[in-house]
């Protein structure tokens, strides 16, 4: 059995395709860098990440933007005629006065480990984009339609425009074709797909929230019109018929549904296999319950599938609830090299599974001076939407331990380096060293921002110029922060910190992402203050489930 989440932790919006044997997938990063993470299969059960499309920080410059924007819902494809994969993505710039102003973007490769070709435009008419290569060579780009005007349904509708290769543009402007094959609103993800004498078009409906479903519709025509299946939604965590057209809100918690461990099942992309069976992958969240705050952000699960004598994709169990265990593919099993537990920053180039906020990693960890260890060069505030050097990885459960082994010299009380648990620039506790003058001495403390307050604990002094261990335990609802002077006593410092407020539903600064754990510095003066690392243990139980 496949059991979900097949990718835990932050992994959004997936979007799944196949070559041959081997299957890829995409999933959103938002403000995080490098940009979409491509994963890795061969039997749809073990993952590997495998690449990133987006590895230049400065297309797309995702400096000063809030959290929430950036990066959105990448639709990976394969064309088997010309032998290339194409990545459609979307850079979501402002949503103030709901707007949405997105632009749409077009890369193509021949491997997905690139390179990754220059990017081409699209259109900012809506977010979700998605390309669709026809048997006759036409390809048509698919997106929703975000809809501004007073006394039109919110968000908006699904639109189509067809884009052409040779000219590399969109021919003519996007037209409406679909409203949604439920009452729930908020539609959005289209992907729209060929299968017999039918277009298929899988759409997420109720937004990415407590009522968030896919459904699916059909059309002999390209442009349509399109028919609704006849039992959407296909797939869902709250199967409760429900009509909310006229609500543009996303989250909709009153339909957490109790009896489904996968909350917000929804954002799906099916892939069919070469002896005839169907899979599907739609993100998903796991709740702390009654708070129902998602810690560990939208994740991506995958359910079995089956098309029906008439020609409609269901559940293969005929159901619509999303499944925590799935039956596994018949694929030869072929696991892959998993995210290793400690990093001793041995190799000369940082692992592919570290993220910093906005800017590339490498724009200040520096693995060559000082060999065996990660030098972390400090910059502005970890508060800022500029340049914060946190050298992250997500958080895969709430039950974790994370330790590292420091050393730092802060000369002035604007240098201080540490473990930090991280949501977004607004939210986050950080165990610091840093130059006391009340104490006159270096000392460590935790720093925690909430929702933009600011607080201060446990300001102990240590000795200067020797190393400091730094530890950070998530056990559920609770996690805290301890040091030690040798790496085998560990004393507790500051309190006990609330883990649910790391979540979309807590944080008022930040959406759609997830919580992050790692490594920071900052120099407040001259950005050239530096922190070694010697090593980066990160330890959790997945075995554990939510509460």
């Given at each position: 059995?496949?059991?979900?989440?097949?990718?835990?932790?932050?992994?959004?919006?997936?979007?799944?395709?196949?070559?041959?044997?081997?299957?890829?997938?995409?999933?959103?990063?938002?403000?995080?860098?490098?940009?979409?993470?491509?994963?890795?299969?061969?039997?749809?059960?073990?993952?590997?990440i495998?690449?990133?499309?987006?590895?230049?920080?400065?297309?797309?410059?995702?400096?000063?933007?809030?959290?929430?924007?950036?990066?959105?819902?990448?639709?990976?494809?394969?064309?088997?005629?010309?032998?290339?994969?194409?990545?459609?993505?979307?850079?979501?710039?402002?949503?103030?006065?709901?707007?949405?102003?997105?632009?749409?973007?077009?890369?193509?490769?021949?491997?997905?480990?690139?390179?990754?070709?220059?990017?081409?435009y699209?259109?900012s008419?809506?977010?979700?984009?998605?390309?669709?290569?026809?048997?006759?060579?036409?390809k048509?780009?698919?997106?929703?339609?975000?809809e501004?005007?007073?006394?039109?349904?919110?968000?908006?509708?699904?639109?189509?425009?067809?884009?052409?290769?040779?000219?590399?543009?969109?021919?003519?402007?996007?037209r409406?074709?679909?409203?949604?094959?439920?009452?729930?609103?908020?539609?959005?993800?289209?992907?729209?797909?060929?299968?017999?004498?039918?277009?298929?078009?899988?759409?997420?409906?109720?937004?990415?929230?407590?009522?968030?479903?896919?459904?699916?519709?059909?059309?002999?025509?390209?442009?349509?019109?399109?028919?609704?299946?006849?039992?959407?939604?296909?797939?869902?965590?709250?199967?409760?018929?429900?009509?909310?057209?006229?609500?543009?809100?996303?989250?909709?918690?009153?339909?957490?549904n109790p009896?489904?461990?996968?909350?917000?099942?929804?954002?799906?992309?099916y892939?069919?296999?070469?002896?005839?069976?169907?899979?599907?992958?739609?993100?998903?969240?796991?709740?702390?319950?009654?708070?129902?705050r998602?810690?560990?952000?939208?994740?991506?699960?995958?359910?079995?599938?089956?098309?029906?004598?008439?020609?409609?994709?269901?559940?293969?169990?005929?159901?619509?609830?999303?499944?925590?265990?799935v039956?596994e593919?018949?694929?030869?099993?072929?696991?892959?090299?998993?995210?290793?537990?400690?990093?001793?920053?041995?190799?000369?180039?940082?692992?592919?599974?570290?993220?910093?906020?906005?800017?590339?990693?490498?724009?200040?960890?520096?693995?060559?001076?000082?060999?065996?260890?990660?030098?972390?060069?400090?910059?502005?505030?970890?508060?800022?939407?500029?340049?914060?050097?946190?050298?992250?990885?997500?958080?895969?459960?709430?039950?974790?331990?994370?330790?590292t082994?420091?050393?730092?010299?802060?000369?002035?009380?604007?240098?201080?380096?540490?473990?930090?648990?991280?949501?977004?620039?607004?939210?986050?506790?950080?165990?610091?060293?840093?130059?006391?003058?009340?104490?006159?001495s270096?000392?460590?403390?935790?720093?925690?921002?909430?929702?933009?307050?600011?607080?201060?604990?446990?300001?102990?002094?240590?000795?200067?110029?020797?190393?400091?261990?730094l530890?950070?335990?998530?056990?559920?609802?609770?996690?805290?922060?301890?040091?030690?002077?040798?790496?085998?006593?560990?004393?507790?410092?500051?309190?006990?910190?609330?883990?649910?407020?790391?979540?979309?539903?807590?944080?008022?600064?930040?959406?759609?992402?997830?919580?992050?754990?790692?490594?920071?510095?900052?120099?407040?003066?001259?950005?050239?203050?530096?922190?070694?690392?010697?090593?980066?243990?990160?330890?959790?139980?997945?075995?554990?489930?939510?509460?």
């Amino acid at each position: 059995m496949i059991c979900n989440p097949i990718l835990p932790g932050f992994n959004p919006d997936p979007c799944v395709c196949r070559k041959g044997e081997d299957y890829f997938l995409a999933v959103s990063t938002f403000e995080w860098m490098p940009g979409i993470p491509i994963y890795h299969s061969r039997d749809l059960k073990h993952w590997e990440i495998y690449s990133h499309v987006l590895t230049d920080d400065t297309r797309p410059d995702l400096r000063r933007l809030p959290s929430a924007k950036g990066i959105w819902a990448p639709c990976l494809t394969y064309c088997e005629e010309e032998d290339l994969f194409y990545v459609v993505y979307g850079v979501m710039n402002s949503m103030n006065a709901r707007y949405f102003d997105v632009n749409n973007y077009l890369v193509t490769a021949r491997d997905p480990r690139g390179p990754w070709s220059e990017p081409v435009y699209l259109h900012s008419a809506g977010f979700d984009a998605s390309l669709f290569h026809d048997s006759d060579g036409r390809k048509w780009l698919v997106s929703l339609d975000w809809e501004t005007r007073a006394g039109y349904e919110k968000p908006g509708a699904i639109c189509l425009v067809e884009y052409d290769p040779q000219k590399r543009e969109i021919a003519g402007l996007p037209r409406r074709v679909w409203r949604g094959g439920t009452d729930r609103g908020c539609i959005e993800a289209p992907h729209l797909t060929k299968r017999g004498e039918y277009y298929y078009l899988m759409c997420a409906e109720g937004g990415t929230g407590y009522n968030h479903c896919v459904t699916m519709a059909r059309s002999r025509h390209v442009d349509g019109p399109y028919e609704g299946g006849p039992e959407n939604p296909i797939l869902t965590s709250q199967p409760a018929p429900s009509n909310e057209r006229a609500d543009p809100d996303h989250l909709k918690p009153k339909y957490y549904n109790p009896d489904s461990v996968l909350q917000k099942s929804g954002h799906g992309s099916y892939v069919d296999l070469p002896n005839g069976e169907t899979y599907l992958v739609h993100l998903c969240a796991r709740p702390f319950v009654p708070e129902l705050r998602c810690t560990l952000g939208r994740e991506t699960a995958i359910q079995k599938m089956r098309w029906t004598e008439d020609g409609w994709l269901r559940m293969a169990d005929g159901g619509r609830l999303a499944k925590r265990e799935v039956p596994e593919p018949a694929l030869p099993p072929c696991p892959l090299p998993r995210i290793p537990e400690k990093d001793d920053f041995d190799s000369p180039t940082l692992g592919n599974f570290y993220y910093a906020p906005r800017i590339l990693p490498e724009r200040f960890v520096d693995l060559a001076s000082r060999p065996g260890w990660a030098r972390l060069r400090g910059q502005e505030a970890r508060s800022s939407l500029n340049e914060v050097s946190i050298l992250a990885r997500k958080l895969t459960s709430v039950y974790a331990r994370v330790t590292t082994k420091m050393e730092f010299r802060p000369l002035v009380h604007q240098h201080s380096a540490g473990l930090i648990l991280y949501y977004d620039n607004m939210n986050y506790v950080n165990l610091r060293k840093y130059r006391s003058e009340s104490l006159d001495s270096d000392a460590l403390s935790v720093t925690r921002m909430e929702n933009g307050e600011r607080e201060v604990y446990g300001r102990t002094p240590v000795e200067a110029g020797v190393p400091v261990w730094l530890r950070l335990e998530v056990e559920g609802r609770r996690c805290r922060f301890l040091w030690s002077l040798d790496g085998g006593q560990y004393r507790p410092i500051g309190p006990e910190f609330d883990t649910t407020k790391f979540s979309d539903e807590y944080c008022r600064y930040g959406e759609f992402t997830g919580t992050m754990v790692g490594l920071t510095c900052a120099d407040r003066v001259l950005h050239r203050q530096y922190a070694d690392f010697d090593f980066f243990e990160y330890i959790a139980d997945t075995s554990r489930e939510v509460e």
